[in-house]
């Protein structure tokens, strides 16, 4: 069932499996170092601002307050199959980081004595576990799941854009790099297709209501006899 909804989103789908190839193509070809300075050539005081406000559109605060959202007003189905898909997305995320634990890029650049002169003032470095992106994982499982879900191609392209900003963003403040923006990319896809494959296609949600209204006859049942 899986496969059959990523067919059913041919844009969707196919502009990330082109994005995700050619990223994985720099990736082989540029070494770690070099890639990141390529990725890194152009900054600003404008793109300082607007990056360092951006990528909190990739914090888990963010997802949460869409899944609120989407509850409050009704949307009870939707809001579980987003929460399903941050919270399996971000805990394999945080198991890969402790496996690898990979430095960022501080500490790389210590490591190898290099001096970086774009960080970017009012960030706070972090030194461990980089790889994967919990940004960008949460970024694309979120993405991932409304596609899905909407299924309307006119949206697709904005949350392209929205997930593939989320994740350069992690770039360009220094906190990651490109191999682990393209890893948490994946991971957000895949757990994001697998949580609506539960929800959607295997009628998990259906299990639930249905034991849910069992639950309310139950007391009701009791008290008629």
């Not at 995320?93 to 190898?112: C, D, N, S, T, Y």
């Not at 790889?131 to 596609?147: E, Q, Y």
Request: glycine share 6%; proline share 3%.
């Amino acid at each position: 069932m899986i496969l059959k909804r990523i067919l059913e989103l041919p844009f969707y789908f196919g502009v990330l499996l082109f994005l995700l190839l050619c990223a994985a193509a720099f990736n082989i070809y540029f070494s770690k170092l070099d890639g990141f300075m390529i990725l890194n050539s152009i900054h600003n005081t404008w793109l300082d601002t607007f990056f360092k406000f951006f990528t909190n559109l990739g914090d888990g605060l963010f997802c949460l307050l869409i899944v609120v959202l989407l509850f409050v007003f009704g949307k009870k189905k939707e809001s579980v199959t987003i929460l399903i898909a941050y919270i399996t997305s971000g805990l394999a995320a945080q198991i890969l980081k402790r496996l690898f634990h990979m430095p960022r890029p501080k500490v790389f650049f210590e490591q190898i004595a290099f001096h970086y002169p774009h960080f970017v003032e009012g960030v706070r470095m972090s030194g461990t576990n980089s790889f994967p992106s919990g940004h960008t994982t949460s970024a694309f499982a979120l993405a991932t799941v409304i596609v899905l879900v909407y299924k309307k191609r006119r949206i697709s392209l904005g949350l392209i854009a929205f997930a593939v900003l989320v994740s350069y963003s992690r770039i360009y403040l220094a906190q990651h790099f490109l191999q682990d923006v393209i890893f948490g990319a994946v991971t957000g896809i895949i757990f994001a297709l697998v949580s609506y494959d539960q929800i959607y296609d295997q009628k998990l949600w259906s299990l639930f209501k249905l034991k849910k209204y069992r639950n309310e006859i139950a007391p009701a049942s009791e008290q008629a006899l």
